[in-house]
């Protein structure tokens, strides 16, 4: 079983929408991060999550950590194309790194 | 972002070569990182390194052997690979290993075994 599942696994969003990616650990949350990468290229850091209920946003992207349902989402408000690519959660637990499944999100013009 | 660089970015070895692959951080980090990405896998920690120690192995088979020289670089061995060992090789360095800091990536290395 996977240590963070992602969903969704897929999404396709029109330009201007907005959109939720969720991630959510099998075991108790000690930080959470959120990547996004392009296809076949390195990962960026996008924002770093280390208190229950905390809140931090950059440019049109949000992202919430919720301990006690050892969850986090991202949300994207009105998406654009460059918004395009795969979104991974990571996080330890226990002594352990793991990256989620990853979201691949597709923006139309 | 040119913090961690990696070469070669692309790499197509047959079963019974040996190459290398190489990773460089300019950002003054301690820890530096392995990861495998294959398809529809999620990302997978192959080695740690903190303060050039390894500290970590994730059971990765010894065709793969890593090596530190340094803080700042960071090398990947590789011999009598197997097809299924044909992936996105990520590098990434953070201040030290542990919870609070964040990995820098580099762009990868997309190797072919055949």
């Known amino acids: 079983s996977q240590e963070l599942e992602q969903s969704p696994q897929s999404l396709i969003v029109q330009e201007g929408k907005n959109l939720t990616i969720n991630c959510t650990s099998s075991?108790?949350?000690?930080?959470l991060y959120w990547y996004k990468q392009k296809y076949g290229e390195g990962l960026i850091f996008l924002m770093m999550?280390?208190?229950?209920?905390e809140e931090k946003s950059h440019e049109k992207i949000t992202a919430k950590l919720d301990e006690k349902k050892q969850q986090s989402s991202l949300h994207i408000t009105a998406s654009q194309p460059s918004h395009a690519g795969i979104y991974l959660c990571?996080?330890?637990?226990?002594?352990?790194?793991?990256f989620g499944t990853g979201t691949s999100l597709t923006v139309i013009p | 972002e040119t913090g961690v660089t990696q070469t070669p970015r692309h790499l197509v070895m047959g079963m019974t070569n040996k190459k290398s692959l190489k990773c460089e951080q300019h950002?003054?980090?301690?820890?530096m990182y392995w990861y495998k990405q294959s398809a529809k896998k999620p990302l997978e920690l192959m080695f740690v390194?903190?303060?050039?120690?390894?500290?970590e192995n994730n059971s990765v088979p010894s065709r793969f052997s890593p090596e530190c020289p340094n803080s700042s670089h960071l090398f990947l061995h590789l011999h009598t690979l197997q097809p299924e060992d044909s992936a996105l090789y990520l590098c990434?360095?953070?201040?030290?290993?542990?919870?609070?800091?964040?990995?820098?990536f580099g762009p990868g290395t997309r190797l072919t075994v055949t």
């Open positions: 390194y903190n303060f050039k120690e390894q500290t």
């Open positions: 990434a360095s953070s201040q030290t290993s542990g919870q609070t800091y964040e990995q820098y």
């Open positions: 950002l003054g980090h301690n820890a």
């Open positions: 990571g996080a330890y637990t226990g002594n352990q790194f793991y």
């Open positions: 075991k108790t949350l000690y930080g």
């Open positions: 999550l280390q208190k229950g209920g």
